[in-house]
Nanobody
Framework: QVQVVESGGGLVQPGGSLRLSCAAA????????IDWYRQAPGKQREFIAS???????NYANSAKGRFTCSRDNAKNTVILQMNSLKPEDAAVYYC?????????WGQGTQVTVSS
């Protein structure tokens, strides 16, 4: 059984940082693309970053310059380091582990940015 778990969310002041983690079990981690998405209340789910099979990272424009994504296949983990957080970054952050038509989502981790 495949399990995807996000962690690291919480409450942070504007300008602060958070480090989110996505861990997956039950798969050969290095064979899957790992994407980060977020969804704010009343909005559509938004792509943030993608850790590809080759190790390169692709970012949405909203994440460039402030967010850094990295994958550690040995630990079956992808990290999303978020700096200079803004109130508009508040959302539930999700991890999507996929290859081809096979796709697994975690339950998400809540990020709140407020003073």
């Amino acid at each position: 059984q495949v399990q995807v778990v996000e962690s690291g969310g919480g409450l942070v002041q504007p300008g602060g940082s958070l480090r989110l983690s996505c861990a997956a079990a039950g798969i050969i981690f290095s064979h899957y693309v790992i994407d980060w998405y977020r969804q704010a209340p009343g909005k559509q789910r938004e792509f943030i970053a993608s850790a590809t099979l080759g190790g390169s990272i692709n970012y949405a424009n909203s994440a460039k310059g402030r967010f850094t994504c990295s994958r550690d296949n040995a630990k079956n983990t992808v990290i999303l380091q978020m700096n200079s957080l803004k109130p508009e970054d508040a959302a539930v952050y999700y991890c999507n582990v996929w290859r081809g038509s096979e796709s697994y989502w975690g339950q998400g981790t809540q990020v709140t940015v407020s003073s």
